[in-house]
C-alpha cells in the first residue's frame, strides 16, 4: 500500500483533497515559528475549516536559556505573533491559538500538558514538529543534551500526559512524528552512553541519534495501545529552513544543500553562509526539488510537508505505525535496521521512562 500523492503534489492540493477529514479537528502541532515547516502545517490547514489548531513556541526567555542560541549572532528567527499575523493574513478567520512551550524542559512539558488538558476541547491529532539539530553540547536543567531532550525526551513526556484525554471515550487519535533520514547518518543508537556523558564525543552524530528513537516510540505506541493509538513517523525531505542555523556552509553542501552561493544569489544566505537577521519573506523549499530543477522555488505553500498526509490520509488506517518518506509513500525500507525492531522499541521506551523518572502505561 503507498499514499496517492508524491513530491509534485503541492501542500495546498493535498490539503484540499483533505478538507472533510481537517473539518471539525482539533490540532496539536509543536514548533510553529514562521519559516518552519510547523507554521506553513498550520497555515495550509486552517483554510479547511479544523476546529482549532493549537500551535506551541516559545519565550524569548526559553530561548535565551540555550547556550547555542546565545553564541550564534547570526541567526534569525520569529516570533509566535508574527506567525500568527502571517496566518491570519492569509486566513482572517483561522481559529489558531498559541500556547508556550519548551520541550527541553520536563517542568515546562507538564506545565504546558496540564494548561492543554484544562482547555474545553480534545485534541485529535498531535504534530511532534519541533526540532532543533547540529547545536553545540547544551545541558537542559534536567540534564539531558538539548538535542536528545528537545527531539524526543520533551515529545515522550508531552504524549504520555496528552494520551489519556485523547483517548477518552474510545476515540483514536493520530500522533506525527516528523522524524528525519539523517538517522541513518550512524550505524546505531548511542546506547551506552546516550546521554553524551562522555562529551567529548559529542558531534553532528547527535542529531541522528535523537531521531532514531521517534521511529522506535511510533510503532511501539500502535503496538502497546493495541491498536488504539495510531502513529507515524514521516521525513520531510530537505528542506530549507531555520533548522539550518547551526550548520556550517561545509556541513551543509555535505548533507546535500545547494551551494552557499546560489542561496546567496537569492538573498537567503550571506556569503559566509550565515542566515541573515532578517531576510524577505521566509523560505519553505524543498531542496530535493530544487537540486532537481535548477531554479525551481516553489512559493511557501507549494511545498508538501508530508505531515499533511500522515495527520490526516484516511487509507494510512490500515497502516498504523508506518513511516512515511520524503516521496510520499509507505517506505519500511527507510528505516534503518537500527531503528527499528521490538527489542529496540521496548529498550527505548525504558530508557525514556527513566528519563522522564515515571512509568508510561497506555
Ligand atoms: N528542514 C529539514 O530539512 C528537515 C529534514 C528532516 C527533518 N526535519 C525535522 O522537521 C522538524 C521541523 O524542522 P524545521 O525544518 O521546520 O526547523 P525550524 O524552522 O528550526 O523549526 C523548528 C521548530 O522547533 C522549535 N523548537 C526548537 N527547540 C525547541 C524547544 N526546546 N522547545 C520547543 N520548541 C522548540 C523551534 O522554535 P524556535 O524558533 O524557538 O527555535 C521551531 O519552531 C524538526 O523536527 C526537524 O528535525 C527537518
Not at 111 to 136: K, Q, S, W
Not at 270 to 295: A, K, M
Not at 321 to 339: L, R, T
Request: aromatic residues 10%; proline residues 6%.
Amino acid at each position: 500500500m503507498s499514499t496517492t500523492f508524491d513530491q509534485k503534489c503541492t501542500g495546498i492540493e493535498v490539503a484540499e483533497a483533505f478538507s472533510k477529514e481537517i473539518r471539525g479537528k482539533t490540532i496539536l502541532v509543536t514548533g510553529g515559528t514562521l519559516g518552519g515547516l510547523g507554521a506553513e502545517f498550520v497555515k495550509t490547514i486552517v483554510k479547511h475549516s479544523p476546529k482549532l489548531v493549537i500551535l506551541t513556541a516559545r519565550t524569548k526567555a526559553n530561548r535565551a536559556q540555550t547556550r547555542g542560541y546565545r553564541s550564534m549572532v547570526t541567526f534569525f528567527t520569529y516570533w509566535i505573533d508574527e506567525t500568527f499575523d502571517a496566518i491570519r493574513q492569509d486566513t482572517p478567520e483561522a481559529p489558531v491559538r498559541s500556547l508556550i512551550l519548551d520541550l527541553s524542559s520536563l517542568k515546562d512539558v507538564r506545565r504546558a500538558a496540564d494548561e492543554v488538558n484544562a482547555y474545553g476541547v480534545t485534541i485529535d491529532i498531535l504534530v511532534h514538529n519541533a526540532g532543533v539539530a547540529g547545536c553545540p553540547l547544551d545541558r537542559t536543567e534536567d540534564g539531558f543534551p538539548l538535542v536528545l531532550a528537545t527531539n524526543h525526551i520533551g515529545p515522550f513526556l508531552l504524549t504520555k500526559l496528552l494520551l489519556p484525554k485523547m483517548r477518552a471515550e474510545g476515540r483514536i487519535p493520530r500522533i506525527v512524528f516528523v522524524a528525519s533520514s539523517a538517522h541513518k547518518f550512524v550505524d546505531t543508537f548511542r546506547w551506552d552512553d546516550p546521554l553524551y556523558l562522555k562529551e567529548d564525543e559529542y558531534g553532528p552524530a547527535s542529531y541522528p541519534d535523537s531521531k532514531i528513537p521517534s521511529y522506535l516510540f511510533a510503532p511501539a505506541l500502535v503496538r502497546r495501545s493495541g491498536g488504539g493509538v495510531h502513529a507515524y513517523t514521516v521525513c520531510p525531505g530537505i528542506v530549507y529552513t531555520q533548522l539550518q542555523r547551526y550548520l556550517a556552509p561545509e556541513q551543509k553542501q555535505k548533507m546535500g544543500y545547494p551551494s552557499v552561493v546560489r542561496l546567496h544569489e537569492r538573498g537567503w544566505e550571506s556569503q559566509d553562509g550565515n542566515i541573515p537577521h532578517r531576510p524577505r519573506g521566509y523560505h519553505i523549499v524543498c531542496i530535493e526539488d530544487l537540486d532537481n530543477t535548477g531554479c525551481g522555488f516553489p512559493a511557501e505553500s507549494d511545498y508538501l510537508f508530508n505531515a499533511l498526509i500522515a495527520a490526516f490520509d484516511l487509507q494510512l488506517f490500515d497502516a498504523p505505525g508506518a513511516h512515511i518518506s520524503s516521496a510520499c509513500k509507505i517506505a519500511p525500507e527507510d528505516v534503518a535496521e537500527h531503528a527499528k525492531g521490538l527489542d529496540l522499541e521496548e529498550r527505548m521506551w525504558a530508557l525514556s521512562e527513566g528519563w522522564i523518572g515515571g512509568k508510561f502505561e497506555l
